[in-house]
C-alpha cells in the first residue's frame, strides 16, 4: 500500500496542525494504522494507533490529551490532530500500518514547532 503524508508545517508552541495520510490500495481499511515520528538522530517511535474500524484508539503517553488520531475508511485517509504542541514534537511524521509495513514508509511531513 502506498502512503502519502501531508499537513505538517512550522507552528509556534501551544499551536495546532491537522496531519492527513492518504492510503492507496483497498487494505487500508482493514489495518490498523499508526502516526509515528523521527526526531533527528533518535529512532522512529509510535504516536498513535487506531483499530482498523476507528474504534479503538491508543496513544504514546508524550501526546495523551494532545492528539487525536481518526480515520475515515470511506476516503482512505488517515488524520492526526494535533494540539498543545511543544518543541519536542518536532520531527518527521509518518503513517503506516501498525506494526509498520517496511515498503510502505512514505517521505513523511515535517512538523517544526518553535518555542
Known amino acids: 500500500v502506498q502512503l502519502v503524508e501531508s499537513g505538517g508545517g512550522l507552528v509556534q508552541a501551544g499551536g495546532s496542525l491537522r496531519l492527513s495520510c492518504a492510503a492507496s490500495?483497498?487494505?487500508?481499511?482493514?489495518?490498523?494504522m499508526g502516526w509515528y515520528r523521527q526526531a533527528p538522530g533518535k529512532l522512529r517511535e509510535l504516536v498513535a494507533a487506531i483499530g482498523s474500524g476507528g474504534g479503538s484508539t491508543n496513544y504514546a503517553d508524550f501526546v495523551k490529551g494532545r492528539f487525536t488520531i481518526s480515520r475515515d475508511n470511506a476516503k482512505n485517509t488517515m488524520y492526526l490532530q494535533m494540539n498543545s504542541l511543544k518543541p519536542e514534537d518536532t520531527a518527521v511524521y509518518y503513517c503506516?500500518?501498525?506494526?509498520?509495513?517496511?515498503?510502505?514508509w512514505g517521505q513523511g511531513t515535517q512538523v517544526t514547532v518553535s518555542s
Open positions: 490500495g483497498s487494505i487500508f481499511s482493514i489495518n490498523a
Open positions: 503506516n500500518r501498525v506494526p509498520p509495513l517496511p515498503s510502505s
